[in-house]
């Protein structure tokens, strides 16, 4: 959507310039997940080098100490950020926190003092799994910390859309990671991986459509104008006609996706990134455009995309 949308506004791009411009902004999502991911490395050495200066201190607070080594020398943490390609993707992206030193103290200071860490705390030997628990808690402290969030977005100002599903992604690939596929030789958890079919066929889909969209922009535009009533095309939020496109780029190219399916994704991203009454305006053009469509045969479902979770129940047939 952010593609096409920078594609429609500027009116320069062509449509390999636009799939050009969507295998980066792909690339800049594997870019904010590994951002996100070193944030717990940094959040460990921070807590080692506060345990380093207590202890240089005349009368040290050893249970101070105790917890931030504990902390520092978490083994999930570790394994994590001594993985080969993880350590091959910071460098490349030249991350580093050390001006944000403060920041991440700030961070700890507030996740040490939680319910969740005082129960780790009071575990003698932890396991693998527990200092994977406790890592993934660290991780949703600093993923909600506002002013991380704003040093990240600094760096691109479209993260700010993506940085919470992101987030969420990353969590839940780290929560896959166990004492046996977590060493040296551990693929770098990505948000988009090539080398994953789902994530490539996933990619696939996604870069057809945005072709398709941008191809047919002229096509769709004068079926819009005619279902408007007393309402001039170029007085409609730029979003909501492009909203419109996509939707009709997923009824003529998307065989195994059911056609209300499609309607309801778009009406509710309207909610998130247009105007208060898109979703009501873009429901209509859609249900008249796509009666449209049925009728000059442009709508063709396979099994799957005839699928109706009201007649059907909960769970659609497999191709």
Known sequence: MQTVYAGVTTQTATEQELLDMFDYNVSRLNDLG??????????????????????????????????????????????????????????????????????????LNLFKTSRQ????????????EDDRNIALCAFKYLMND?????????RDLLWEDDFDQVAQYVFMMM????????????????????????????????????????????????????????WELERVAVMDILLINMAVAEFTTCPSIP?????????????????????????????KLLIELRVAGKVVKNERGMYDPAVDGDTPPTE
């Open 34 to 107: 590994m951002l996100q991911m070193s944030t717990l490395g940094q959040l460990a050495f921070v807590a080692e080098r506060i345990g380093e200066t207590e202890m240089q201190k005349f009368n040290p607070n050893d249970t101070e100490v105790e917890l931030l080594r504990k902390w520092a020398q978490n083994t999930f943490v570790e394994r994590l950020c001594e993985g080969f390609e993880y350590k091959q993707l910071v460098n490349r992206m030249n991350i580093d926190w050390s001006n944000n030193f403060d920041v991440f103290r700030k961070i």
């Open 117 to 128: 860490f005082l129960d780790y705390l009071a575990l003698k030997n932890p396991s693998f």
């Open 146 to 154: 506002t002013t991380l969030r704003d040093i990240i977005f600094e």
């Open 175 to 230: 929560k896959e990671l166990d004492e046996d596929n977590t060493n040296e030789a551990t693929p770098c958890p990505l948000v988009y991986d090539k080398r994953n079919e789902k994530d490539s066929n996933d990619f696939n889909f996604a870069r057809e459509l945005v072709a398709t969209t941008y191809a047919n922009i002229d096509n769709v535009e004068p079926m819009i104008r005619k279902h408007l009533q007393n």
């Open 259 to 287: 056609e209300r399916v499609t309607v309801d994704e778009y009406i509710e991203l309207s909610k998130e990134f247009s105007t208060e009454k898109s979703k009501l305006f873009i429901n209509g053009i859609l249900d």
